[in-house]
T-cell receptor, first 113, second 114 residues
Framework: NAGVTQTPKFRVLKTGQSMTLLCAQDMNHEYMYWYRQDPGMGLRLIHYSVGEGTTAKGEVPDGYNVSRLKKQNFLLGLESAAPSQTSVYFC????????????FGQGTRLTVV | AQKVTQAQTEISVVEKEDVTLDCVYETRDTTYYLFWYKQPPSGELVFLIRRNSFDEQNEISGRYSWNFQKSTSSFNFTITASQVVDSAVYFCALSETSYDKVIFGPGTSLSVIP
């Protein structure tokens, strides 16, 4: 009963380094999203996907790229990490974007030094 | 434009007290969905409830109840006889049919003191 799994759970990066966060869901959901959570700001949508091969920008897309080559996976990339990208990142999925609840991964705590 | 306001940043209550978490939203749509999520100290996000804009009936689930009022654009959450396990950050969220985005409020951190 895995649900939504994020890899890794923790990471420390140096400024300018790149990395990819992996999100995998086993519920056959069409929609997947990446959020970042910062103190006092709730969750802000970075990018999302409405199906395999599609991606779209959310509220705070700058500095991030995403890919959805397979329905079950949604990758979030940071090409050149900056301290402002220190945050907790959550991946989520849902069968229907608007009307149903999202299922969240356990989060990835990223620190950029 | 979409907006979700949770004016209470932090709330502390003594165990067994009742507590209400406020959520006020803004939307131009007539069809929309509202959600509440709980984030306990362990960090995961747990879905609590979904409400669509055409269903204004209040809902009760055990010690939890929700009061949806379209007239005031509010979707408040009440915990009756609070327990220490209710300590968490609670998020209200809004989904409109016009936009492919779900907007979360900033969250309310609830501490229940034994």
């Amino acid at each position: 009963n895995a649900g939504v799994t994020q890899t890794p759970k923790f990471r420390v990066l140096k400024t300018g380094q790149s990395m990819t966060l992996l999100c995998a869901q086993d519920m056959n959901h069409e929609y997947m999203y990446w959020y970042r959570q910062d103190p006092g700001m709730g969750l802000r949508l970075i990018h999302y996907s409405v199906g395999e091969g599609t991606t779209a920008k959310g509220e705070v897309p700058d500095g991030y790229n995403v890919s959805r080559l397979k329905k079950q996976n949604f990758l979030l990339g940071l090409e050149s990490a900056a301290p402002s990208q220190t945050s907790v990142y959550f991946c989520a999925s849902s069968p229907n974007y608007r009307a149903t609840e999202a299922f969240f991964g356990q989060g990835t705590r990223l620190t950029v030094v | 434009a979409q907006k979700v306001t949770q004016a209470q940043t932090e709330i502390s209550v003594v165990e067994k007290e009742d507590v209400t978490l406020d959520c006020v939203y803004e939307t131009r749509d007539t069809t929309y969905y509202l959600f509440w999520y709980k984030q306990p100290p362990s960090g995961e996000l747990v879905f609590l409830i979904r409400r669509n804009s055409f269903d204004e009936q209040n809902e009760i689930s055990g010690r939890y109840s929700w009061n949806f009022q379209k007239s005031t654009s509010s979707f408040n959450f009440t915990i009756t006889a609070s327990q220490v396990v209710d300590s968490a950050v609670y998020f209200c969220a809004l989904s409109e049919t016009s936009y492919d985005k779900v907007i979360f409020g900033p969250g309310t951190s609830l501490s229940v003191i034994p």
